[in-house]
């Protein structure tokens, strides 16, 4: 069964310090890795994509990178701004032609000043 | 990027009632969108895959006649809730593939969501 498993489940921050987010999955086969910012009430918004020869993509402030072998991703946010309190959502998409993708839970990020 | 709109953007309704969402690409053309329902603190759930000019297709456990589909053009899917109760309040959000370009290949675009309360 197709898997992602996200940690933490929630993280608080003060405004300015770094922090990583990490997914684990199981999907196979395997297309690409997706991190999406999703903020309260809004629909999620893509920040990154990586595809299984690529081990790292920045996108600003935000890096994401990609061990296909051990199948972990992280993602990792530079100097927190208040902005950046959102849920983050790590989505694998398992190729084949295939458009379903399997959502992870999340990982609540919340950043105080 | 793409953009994906939905209207409205929140619904009250009393139970009982129908209650239809738009799901639109404003800058592109769709021809597979996708439903999904988020419960407070969850991740996104699908619903079902909305394909132009064909019946959609359902996932496992959702009722295809209380949740209506119809995605009659290239830029337009609707989500009709038939005879809604308060169990089907919940935070709605459509997405859709952009079709042509290998580096876009397989990245949804998400609409902004729509706020479902049944009173």
């Known amino acids: 069964k197709n898997q992602v498993e996200q940690s933490p489940q929630s993280l608080i921050i003060l405004e300015g310090k770094n922090c990583t987010l990490q997914?684990?999955?199981?999907?196979?086969?395997?297309?690409?890795l997706r991190w999406y910012k999703q903020d309260t009430g809004r629909g999620p918004v893509s920040l990154t994509i990586?595809?299984?020869?690529?081990n790292t993509k920045s996108n600003g402030r935000y890096t994401a990178t990609l061990d296909a072998d051990t199948k972990q991703s992280s993602l990792h946010i530079t100097a927190s701004q208040l902005s950046d309190s959102a849920s983050y959502i790590c989505?694998?998409?398992?190729?084949?032609?295939?458009?379903?993708?399997?959502f992870g839970r999340g990982t609540s990020l919340i950043v105080h000043p | 990027g793409a953009v994906v709109s939905q209207h409205p953007s929140r619904v009250i309704c009393k139970s009982g009632t129908s209650v239809k969402i738009e799901c639109r690409s404003l800058?592109?053309?769709?021809?597979?969108m996708f439903w999904y329902r988020q419960f407070p603190k969850q991740s996104l759930m699908l619903m079902a895959t909305?394909?132009?000019?064909?019946?959609?297709?359902?996932e496992q456990g959702v009722e295809k006649d209380k949740f209506l589909i119809n995605h009659a053009s290239l830029t337009l899917s609707t989500l009709t809730v038939t005879s809604a109760h308060p169990e089907d309040s919940s935070f709605y959000i459509c997405?859709?593939?952009?079709?042509?370009?290998?580096?876009?290949?397989?990245?949804?675009?998400f609409g902004p969501g729509t706020r479902l309360t049944v009173l």
């Open positions: 997405s859709a593939v952009v079709p042509g370009l290998a580096a876009e290949r397989d990245t949804q675009y």
């Open positions: 997914c684990n999955y199981t999907v196979s086969p395997f297309s690409n």
């Open positions: 990586m595809t299984f020869s690529e």
């Open positions: 989505v694998v998409s398992p190729g084949g032609g295939s458009y379903i993708p399997t």
């Open positions: 800058d592109f053309q769709a021809t597979t």
């Open positions: 909305s394909n132009e000019g064909s019946k959609a297709t359902y």
